[in-house]
Protein backbone atom coordinates (compact mmCIF):
# COMPACT_ATOMS: atom_id res chain seq x y z
CA UNK A 1 0.00 0.00 0.00
CA UNK A 2 1.67 3.38 -0.83
CA UNK A 3 1.76 5.77 2.00
CA UNK A 4 3.80 8.50 0.48
CA UNK A 5 3.41 9.91 -2.82
CA UNK A 6 5.00 12.89 -4.54
CA UNK A 7 4.06 13.82 -8.34
CA UNK A 8 5.82 15.81 -10.48
CA UNK A 9 7.38 17.77 -7.71
CA UNK A 10 9.59 20.53 -8.57
CA UNK A 11 10.77 22.89 -5.96
CA UNK A 12 12.57 26.46 -6.67
CA UNK A 13 14.43 27.78 -4.97
CA UNK A 14 15.18 32.54 -5.00
CA UNK A 15 13.87 33.78 -8.32
CA UNK A 16 15.28 35.10 -12.11
CA UNK A 17 19.11 34.85 -12.59
CA UNK A 18 19.36 33.64 -8.87
CA UNK A 19 16.48 30.82 -9.32
CA UNK A 20 17.74 27.37 -8.12
CA UNK A 21 16.30 24.64 -9.09
CA UNK A 22 16.52 21.91 -6.18
CA UNK A 23 14.37 19.38 -7.93
CA UNK A 24 13.10 19.00 -11.16
CA UNK A 25 9.19 16.92 -12.01
CA UNK A 26 10.27 14.22 -9.72
CA UNK A 27 8.03 11.59 -8.75
CA UNK A 28 8.09 9.06 -6.36
CA UNK A 29 6.14 6.64 -3.85
CA UNK A 30 6.61 4.87 -1.13
CA UNK A 31 4.98 1.76 0.53
CA UNK A 32 4.50 0.92 3.98
CA UNK A 33 6.95 -1.78 4.91
CA UNK A 34 9.29 -0.21 2.30
CA UNK A 35 12.63 1.32 2.95
CA UNK A 36 14.02 3.15 -0.03
CA UNK A 37 17.53 4.60 -0.07
CA UNK A 38 18.35 8.09 -1.87
CA UNK A 39 21.60 8.52 -3.18
CA UNK A 40 23.37 11.00 -5.18
CA UNK A 41 26.72 13.82 -5.55
CA UNK A 42 26.48 17.20 -3.32
CA UNK A 43 23.44 19.77 -4.43
CA UNK A 44 21.49 16.90 -6.34
CA UNK A 45 18.51 17.38 -3.88
CA UNK A 46 18.56 14.63 -1.31
CA UNK A 47 17.85 16.79 1.24
CA UNK A 48 14.64 18.90 -0.94
CA UNK A 49 13.26 15.23 -1.49
CA UNK A 50 13.34 14.55 2.39
CA UNK A 51 11.76 17.95 3.53
CA UNK A 52 9.44 17.89 0.59
CA UNK A 53 7.78 14.11 1.42
CA UNK A 54 7.56 14.72 5.32
CA UNK A 55 5.99 18.03 4.95
CA UNK A 56 8.86 20.09 6.25
CA UNK A 57 9.26 22.07 3.28
CA UNK A 58 6.50 22.95 0.10
CA UNK A 59 7.06 22.17 -3.52
CA UNK A 60 6.83 25.11 -5.65
CA UNK A 61 4.91 22.82 -8.25
CA UNK A 62 3.73 19.20 -8.15
CA UNK A 63 2.01 17.70 -5.26
CA UNK A 64 2.75 15.38 -1.96
CA UNK A 65 0.29 12.96 0.05
CA UNK A 66 1.14 11.38 3.11
CA UNK A 67 -1.65 8.62 2.96
CA UNK A 68 -4.94 10.54 1.62
CA UNK A 69 -3.93 13.48 2.62
CA UNK A 70 -2.76 15.84 0.09
CA UNK A 71 0.16 18.20 2.45
CA UNK A 72 -1.20 21.54 0.57
CA UNK A 73 -4.39 21.11 1.64
CA UNK A 74 -3.31 20.26 5.26
CA UNK A 75 -3.71 23.05 7.50
CA UNK A 76 -1.80 22.25 10.85
CA UNK A 77 0.87 20.50 8.94
CA UNK A 78 3.00 20.40 12.50
CA UNK A 79 0.42 17.95 13.74
CA UNK A 80 0.57 15.89 10.97
CA UNK A 81 4.29 15.81 11.07
CA UNK A 82 3.88 15.24 14.96
CA UNK A 83 1.36 12.23 14.71
CA UNK A 84 2.59 10.72 11.66
CA UNK A 85 6.19 12.05 10.34
CA UNK A 86 9.45 10.62 12.30
CA UNK A 87 12.61 12.76 11.28
CA UNK A 88 16.35 11.59 12.00
CA UNK A 89 17.98 14.79 11.03
CA UNK A 90 21.94 14.99 10.27
CA UNK A 91 22.83 17.04 12.87
CA UNK A 92 20.09 15.34 15.98
CA UNK A 93 18.83 18.58 17.08
CA UNK A 94 18.82 16.77 20.23
CA UNK A 95 17.93 19.47 23.33
CA UNK A 96 21.04 19.58 25.46
CA UNK A 97 19.22 20.67 28.63
CA UNK A 98 16.56 17.67 28.20
CA UNK A 99 17.61 13.58 29.11
CA UNK A 100 17.07 10.87 26.88
CA UNK A 101 13.96 10.19 28.03
CA UNK A 102 12.67 14.30 28.36
CA UNK A 103 14.25 14.33 24.33
CA UNK A 104 11.85 11.89 23.12
CA UNK A 105 9.30 12.50 25.37
CA UNK A 106 8.62 16.13 23.71
CA UNK A 107 6.98 15.18 20.39
CA UNK A 108 4.31 13.92 22.32
CA UNK A 109 4.14 16.48 25.23
CA UNK A 110 3.72 19.22 22.17
CA UNK A 111 1.03 17.18 20.98
CA UNK A 112 -0.73 17.31 23.99
CA UNK A 113 -0.45 13.56 25.60
CA UNK A 114 0.00 13.58 29.48
CA UNK A 115 3.91 13.62 30.90
CA UNK A 116 3.31 10.35 32.56
CA UNK A 117 1.86 8.33 29.47
CA UNK A 118 4.37 10.18 27.55
CA UNK A 119 7.52 8.72 29.33
CA UNK A 120 5.72 5.17 28.93
CA UNK A 121 5.79 5.01 25.19
CA UNK A 122 9.36 6.72 25.43
CA UNK A 123 10.93 4.10 27.70
CA UNK A 124 9.40 1.92 25.25
CA UNK A 125 10.84 3.18 22.46
CA UNK A 126 14.27 3.61 23.66
CA UNK A 127 13.85 -0.59 24.61
CA UNK A 128 13.25 -0.88 21.07
CA UNK A 129 16.39 0.98 20.11
CA UNK A 130 18.45 -0.43 23.43
CA UNK A 131 18.94 2.86 25.42
CA UNK A 132 16.60 2.28 28.13
CA UNK A 133 19.49 2.55 30.36
CA UNK A 134 20.11 5.81 28.82
CA UNK A 135 16.88 7.21 29.65
CA UNK A 136 18.30 9.67 32.59
CA UNK A 137 21.66 10.77 30.67
CA UNK A 138 22.09 13.80 28.71
CA UNK A 139 22.70 14.32 25.20
CA UNK A 140 26.61 15.61 26.09
CA UNK A 141 27.18 12.35 28.28
CA UNK A 142 26.38 10.03 25.54
CA UNK A 143 28.89 8.96 22.99
CA UNK A 144 28.30 9.56 18.96
CA UNK A 145 26.08 6.41 18.64
CA UNK A 146 23.68 6.92 21.84
CA UNK A 147 22.63 10.10 20.47
CA UNK A 148 21.98 8.81 17.30
CA UNK A 149 20.00 6.04 18.91
CA UNK A 150 18.00 8.49 21.26
CA UNK A 151 16.91 10.61 18.56
CA UNK A 152 15.67 7.64 16.05
CA UNK A 153 13.56 6.60 19.51
CA UNK A 154 12.55 10.27 19.03
CA UNK A 155 11.87 10.00 15.39
CA UNK A 156 9.78 6.69 16.52
CA UNK A 157 7.41 7.30 19.19
CA UNK A 158 4.00 7.19 18.78
CA UNK A 159 2.26 5.90 15.88
CA UNK A 160 4.13 7.27 13.23
CA UNK A 161 4.30 5.54 9.99
CA UNK A 162 6.74 7.93 8.03
CA UNK A 163 10.38 7.61 8.96
CA UNK A 164 12.48 10.36 7.08
CA UNK A 165 16.71 9.84 7.62
CA UNK A 166 18.98 12.16 6.66
CA UNK A 167 22.44 10.47 6.35
CA UNK A 168 22.25 8.58 10.18
CA UNK A 169 25.06 6.98 9.91
CA UNK A 170 27.55 9.96 8.66
CA UNK A 171 29.55 10.55 12.04
CA UNK A 172 29.84 6.83 12.91
CA UNK A 173 31.80 3.95 12.76
CA UNK A 174 31.06 0.93 10.91
CA UNK A 175 29.92 -1.13 13.44
CA UNK A 176 27.59 1.38 15.13
CA UNK A 177 26.43 2.41 11.85
CA UNK A 178 25.22 -1.05 10.81
CA UNK A 179 23.27 -1.08 14.61
CA UNK A 180 21.36 1.81 13.04
CA UNK A 181 20.45 0.46 9.67
CA UNK A 182 19.22 -2.63 11.80
CA UNK A 183 17.11 -0.07 13.70
CA UNK A 184 15.48 1.39 10.60
CA UNK A 185 15.20 -1.90 9.41
CA UNK A 186 13.12 -3.56 12.02
CA UNK A 187 10.63 -0.85 11.91
CA UNK A 188 10.07 -0.81 8.18
CA UNK A 189 9.86 -4.85 8.79
CA UNK A 190 7.15 -3.73 11.71
CA UNK A 191 5.07 -1.60 9.08
CA UNK A 192 6.62 1.88 8.49
CA UNK A 193 7.81 3.68 5.27
CA UNK A 194 11.62 4.98 6.05
CA UNK A 195 13.23 7.35 3.11
CA UNK A 196 17.06 7.09 4.34
CA UNK A 197 19.46 9.24 2.63
CA UNK A 198 22.68 8.23 2.29
CA UNK A 199 26.06 8.33 0.52
CA UNK A 200 27.22 4.68 1.52
CA UNK A 201 26.16 1.79 -0.95
CA UNK A 202 26.76 -0.80 2.08
CA UNK A 203 24.12 1.07 4.26
CA UNK A 204 21.84 1.40 0.70
CA UNK A 205 22.45 -2.45 0.54
CA UNK A 206 19.61 -2.20 3.57
CA UNK A 207 16.68 -0.56 1.53
CA UNK A 208 14.51 -2.26 -0.94
CA UNK A 209 15.16 -0.01 -3.80
CA UNK A 210 17.92 2.69 -4.33
CA UNK A 211 16.86 5.85 -6.16
CA UNK A 212 19.68 7.97 -7.62
CA UNK A 213 19.56 11.92 -7.85
CA UNK A 214 21.31 14.10 -10.27
CA UNK A 215 21.00 17.71 -10.82
CA UNK A 216 17.30 17.44 -9.09
CA UNK A 217 16.38 14.64 -11.40
CA UNK A 218 16.10 10.95 -10.83
CA UNK A 219 18.89 9.33 -12.55
CA UNK A 220 17.68 6.02 -12.42
CA UNK A 221 16.01 3.34 -9.37
CA UNK A 222 17.69 0.21 -8.92
CA UNK A 223 16.06 -2.44 -6.82
CA UNK A 224 18.20 -4.27 -4.31
CA UNK A 225 19.17 -8.42 -3.87
CA UNK A 226 16.79 -7.81 -0.81
CA UNK A 227 13.84 -6.62 -2.57
CA UNK A 228 14.78 -9.60 -5.00
CA UNK A 229 14.28 -11.94 -1.94
CA UNK A 230 11.24 -10.80 -0.33
Known amino acids: M ?4 LAGVTRVHGEGATAVHALKGVSLELDVGELVAVMGPSGSGKSTLLNLAG ?3 RPTSG ?36 T ?16 GRARQEAMAVLAEVDSADLADRFPEELSGGQRQRIAIARALVGERRLLLADEPTGALDTRTGDEILRILRARCDAGAAVLLVTHEPRYAAWADRVVFLRDGMIADTTDTPLASAR
Open 2 to 5: TYVR
Open 100 to 115: AAENVMLPRELDGVRS
Open 63 to 98: TVHIGEQDLAGVRDLAALRRRSVGYVFQDLNLITSL
Open 55 to 57: GLD
